[in-house]
């Protein structure tokens, strides 16, 4: 079973400084697709930026970029210039294709939080 | 483009209550997903729908917990009979639901209702 580990509880950040958060995954597929989600305090889930496994290029939307090393199974996520607004629950999850006789079910790591000081 | 809607957003209950949450999705999109977010933890799958029908329900605790989807719109979960560890918030999420190539697609989730049991 695709296992996603997010080790760090909570993060901390200096408004306009750079943060990284980690992930890990367990999977023995070779195909896949890797999210990064942001849930901030009684708001909704929101897509931050997604990774597909056979592309080697690294994701990037505006601020948010991530670093996917396939081999190590590692998928962070680096925010520049973090901004107050950026403070949520950030969830890695993981997706692989479908197959016969089994769902492809998106699988969320436990989260970390992360703060913005101003 | 409405997101989508989930009501109610709270609801407190006494053990051994029934509960039903209603979720409309995004117009147009085929998959339904309910998820059950315990504090602390990342989201776990209940359901998913594809239009009317159930794709994957392997985790959803039949004893207890419900959901349909009947004209493949609007859903509902219920909870019945209500137990404390069913303390969670509960999210609805939807996606467009193309075929073999879904699992790639965005899943857009819901504000979800938190559902507090005691």
């Known amino acids: 079973a695709q296992t996603v580990t997010q080790s760090q509880p909570e993060m901390s950040v200096q408004e306009a400084e750079t943060v990284t958060l980690s992930c890990t995954y367990d999977?023995?597929?070779?195909?896949?697709?890797l999210f990064w989600y942001k849930q901030p305090p009684s708001r909704q889930m929101i897509l931050v930026i997604r990774?597909?496994?056979?592309?080697?290029q690294n994701a990037t939307e505006n601020r948010f970029s991530v670093n996917f090393q396939k081999a190590a199974k590692s998928f962070s996520l680096k925010i520049s210039d973090s901004q107050l607004g950026d403070a949520a629950m950030y969830f890695c999850?993981?997706?692989?294709?479908?197959?016969?006789?089994?769902?492809?079910?998106?699988?969320f790591g436990k989260g970390i939080t992360l703060s913005v000081r101003p | 483009e409405a997101g989508v809607a989930q009501s109610p957003r709270y609801k407190i209950i006494e053990k051994r209550q029934s509960v039903a949450f209603w979720c409309n999705p995004i117009s147009g999109h085929a998959t339904l997903y309910w998820y059950q977010q315990i504090l602390g933890q990342g989201p776990k799958l209940l359901i998913q729908f594809q239009n009317n029908g159930v794709v994957d329900d392997s985790q959803l605790p039949k004893d207890r917990f419900s959901a349909e989807r009947l004209k493949g719109v609007d859903s509902t979960l219920k909870i019945q009979p209500a137990k404390l560890e069913d303390s969670a918030v509960y999210l609805c999420?939807?996606?467009?639901?193309?075929?073999?190539?879904?699992?790639?697609?965005?899943?857009?989730f819901g504000p979800g209702t938190r559902l507090l049991v005691l």
């Open positions: 999420a939807s996606s467009l639901g193309r075929g073999l190539g879904s699992f790639q697609e965005t899943q857009y």
């Open positions: 990774q597909e496994a056979y592309k080697q």
């Open positions: 999977t023995s597929e070779s195909d896949y697709y």
């Open positions: 999850a993981y997706r692989s294709p479908p197959r016969t006789g089994a769902n492809s079910k998106l699988t």
